[in-house]
């Protein structure tokens, strides 16, 4: 088993930046990040494998950036120029379907 536990959400005006932490109990292969709007599908917005390399959804390529850091078990979306369509929850993912439960973040214009 393991326990994902996601940090760093909040309110935010449109162009604004957030931190999102991502906690897990043990070593993960893979982490990722998901969100899903009120009424909309939960969608992929980011992952990393333990060897550091990144992919991003297109439409968050350029203003988002995730790493991690192995030694703390941790994963972070830096995420900046938030937009209004950006609000979510945020859901951390890791290797063998695991996933937290999730933080909001509200982006208002």
């Known amino acids: 088993q393991v326990q994902l536990v996601e940090s760093g959400g909040g309110l935010v005006q449109a162009g604004g930046s957030l931190r999102l932490s991502c906690v897990a109990s043990r070593s993960i292969f893979s982490m990722g990040w998901y969100r899903q709007a009120p009424g909309k599908q939960r969608e992929w917005v980011a992952s990393i494998t333990s060897g550091n390399f990144p992919s991003y959804a297109d439409s968050v390529k350029g203003r988002c950036t995730i790493s991690r850091d192995n030694a703390k078990n941790t994963a972070y979306l830096q995420m900046n120029g938030l937009k209004p369509e950006d609000t979510a929850v945020y859901y951390c993912?890791?290797?063998?379907?695991?996933w937290g439960r999730g933080t909001q973040v509200t982006v208002s214009s």
């Open positions: 993912s890791a290797t063998g379907g695991y």
